[in-house]
């Protein structure tokens, strides 16, 4: 049980950063590849669904667990249009998508080879 907790602690924390680095003013350095914004929300939103599995599959399937974090993306881009500083970007969204598609994808085939 203490490893769970940790767990929602982590995914609680991966969410505030998220909502922060969505919605205040950033200074992005110079990017090495003109994707690089992409992988970053993959990476991102790809840990916050590992997180939400570990934390709370227990409770709900994962793929409805990477159906709200989808949502919550969304969420966040809505956000973002509504800043004077960011905006939303449909890619921005496909991304986050991959990310969780593919953390959803490998959690699957590792829990039918177990």
Request: overall charge positive; proline content about 4%; charged content about 15%.
């Amino acid at each position: 049980m203490p490893l769970l907790k940790n767990f929602k602690l982590f995914f609680w924390l991966d969410i505030v950063a998220v909502i922060l680095l969505s919605l205040l003013p950033i200074n992005v350095p110079q990017q090495l590849v003109s994707w690089e914004d992409k992988i970053h929300h993959s990476i991102a939103y790809g840990s916050l669904y590992f997180l939400a599995i570990c934390a709370y599959s227990y409770r709900f399937s994962i793929w409805s667990i990477g159906a709200i974090l989808v949502l919550f993306g969304l969420l966040m881009e809505i956000a973002q249009s509504m800043t004077a500083y960011r905006y939303g970007d449909p890619l921005d969204l496909l991304a986050n998508t991959s990310g969780i598609l593919l953390v959803g994808i490998a959690y699957s085939m590792r829990r039918r080879r177990l």
